[in-house]
């Protein structure tokens, strides 16, 4: 029987199936009779798709989950931090929190020491538009690119894109825009030349079908060096090839960048049984929501259960990816280089605070003395 059940899994995970776990006789996820989690707003892409996963498990193991909404990035945090939800589905916020940036760089928050346990590639690039002669990033130089006020997220992302063709802001024609809509819209309505997002968004679809077109500028995987630059400006992103979206198809793909979004994540304080119990579940569940809309497939464990995220990976779920022959050595090892980033954050985090009590920083500047803090004493 035993060998009967490896040669399943085995086939399984060689066919890219991953909803196998439960099978063959294998002890079934054991979850809390109710949890609560994070999302996006109502009407948006991670609570959707924690909508499907919640219904599944509902479904298959009879549990309470409630979804909290939030639009932000502290409302969809703080709980998790203050234990009122147990997961968060959550994007670059994890990110920023584990590295003190932007909104957590603040003292009652500073580095957040956070795991995830899964999470889907979603595709991101620069659309252009075709009138301007743009057919390689570096064509970018001087051309109006969007930057979006009070969006750390996306702006990091386009950063991330500049530096694989060795470019920064100051190489392009910066055009504030008041949000990713109006940045994408902008495009559309000559205000500017290009803008990153997602391929899907509906906006670039009428940029594809308006006078001007639209072209995706490749980040070749074989240009190690444009990718190294790429991981300095953040660590979780990698290579993806997209074929869905406005001017893609299987005929004419693009390379753009990846990460993932929505993560589900939790704190590394959550027990490790609890976060492989949800792991397996979620995985197991997989027949159930993976047609719930067209983005849902990414959800297998083969693609969520992979390097590199936000954060590390929780031990629970890696143990969990480990039984069923995802989690690789690459995987351990890219792990285990972003706990030793987290550390070294949490330690300059200390010792900033110990030196700002010896020169009496008073809390509303404490923001401005840690960005400089830890620009002299991290990478």
């Given amino acids: ?37 994070s999302a996006y707003d109502v009407g948006s892409s991670g609570y959707t798709e924690a909508s499907a996963v919640a219904d599944a498990l509902i479904k298959e193991y009879g549990v309470r989950i409630r979804i909290m909404p939030s639009g932000t990035s502290i409302g969809r945090l703080l709980p998790l931090k203050t234990g009122r939800v147990q997961y968060g589905w959550l994007a670059n ?55 979006i006020q009070a969006n750390p997220s996306v702006n990091l992302k386009v950063e991330a894109i500049l530096a694989f063709a060795g470019l920064t802001w100051d190489d392009v024609e910066v055009v504030e825009m008041p949000s990713y809509g109006a940045a994408l819209r902008g495009v559309v309505e000559g205000q500017n030349d290009a803008a990153g997002g997602v391929p899907t968004a509906g906006i670039f679809r009428e940029l594809e079908a308006s006078s001007r077109g639209i072209v995706w500028p490749n980040l070749p995987t074989d240009n190690k060096e444009g990718w190294d630059r790429v991981r300095k400006v953040a ?24 990460y993932k979004y929505p993560m589900i994540t939790t704190y590394a304080s959550t027990s490790e049984e609890d976060v492989y119990n949800l792991t397996k579940a979620v995985v197991e569940s997989y027949d159930i929501y993976k047609d719930a809309n067209k983005v849902m ?23 969990y990816l480990k039984e069923i022959g995802v989690w690789t050595d690459e995987d351990e090892a890219w792990n285990q280089k972003r706990l030793e980033r987290l550390k070294a954050v949490q330690a300059a985090w200390d010792a900033a605070e110990e030196e700002a009590i010896e020169k009496e920083i008073a809390d509303a500047d404490w923001p401005d003395f840690w960005a400089s803090y830890r620009k002299e004493h991290l990478n």
């Fill in 93 to 147: 916020e994890v990110y920023f929190a584990t590295e003190a940036l932007y909104d957590f760089s603040a003292r009652e928050w500073g580095p957040q020491d956070l795991r995830v346990v899964m999470g889907r590639p979603a595709g991101f690039g620069i659309g252009v538009a075709a009138d301007t002669g743009v057919k390689e990033l570096a064509d970018l130089k001087g051309k109006r690119v969007s930057r």
């Fill in 235 to 258: 660590p979780f992103f990698s290579p993806a090839t997209e074929t869905i979206g406005a001017g893609l198809s299987k005929e004419h793909p693009a390379q753009l960048i990846a």
């Fill in 297 to 319: 497939p990414r959800w297998d464990a083969q693609s969520a259960g992979k390097t590199p995220a936000d954060a590390p990976f929780h031990p629970g779920a890696v143990k």
């Fill in 1 to 37: 029987m035993k060998t009967t059940v490896k040669r399943t899994l085995t086939a399984a995970i060689v066919a890219g199936v991953t909803a196998f776990a439960g099978q063959a006789g294998a002890q079934e996820a054991e979850l809390p009779r109710t949890m609560m989690w």
